[in-house]
């Protein structure tokens, strides 16, 4: 298992598009994916749940993928959080 902690750098958060975006983007990967936000726990390859979570810009999460090929499905999530989902 591998982890980061990362902040939400899109000034919408973790709104409809973005959650697109990266499900979309992890769901190619057979690891799992879990988004630590607080005290909650969500599945990151599911749209209801991150949505549900109403992450806000600014907000830390930890990113925590568990599979084979764990490491570059880190790397691509914390990019594209990274990143603003490209927003």
């Known amino acids: 298992m591998v982890s980061k902690l990362t902040k939400v750098t ?18 190619k990967y057979t690891s799992n994916i879990n988004i630590i936000v607080g005290d909650k726990k969500v599945n990151g390859k599911s749209i209801m749940n991150i949505m549900a979570a109403c992450i806000k ?22 990019a594209l959080i990274e990143s603003g989902f490209g927003e």
């Not at 810009?57 to 914390?78: K, N, R, S």
Request: with cysteine.
């Open 57 to 78: 810009c600014g907000t830390e999460i930890t990113v925590e993928c568990d599979g084979p090929d764990e490491q570059a499905m880190l790397d691509e999530a914390i």
């Open 10 to 27: 899109n000034e919408m958060g973790f709104h409809m598009r973005p959650a697109n975006v990266f499900v979309t983007a992890m769901t």
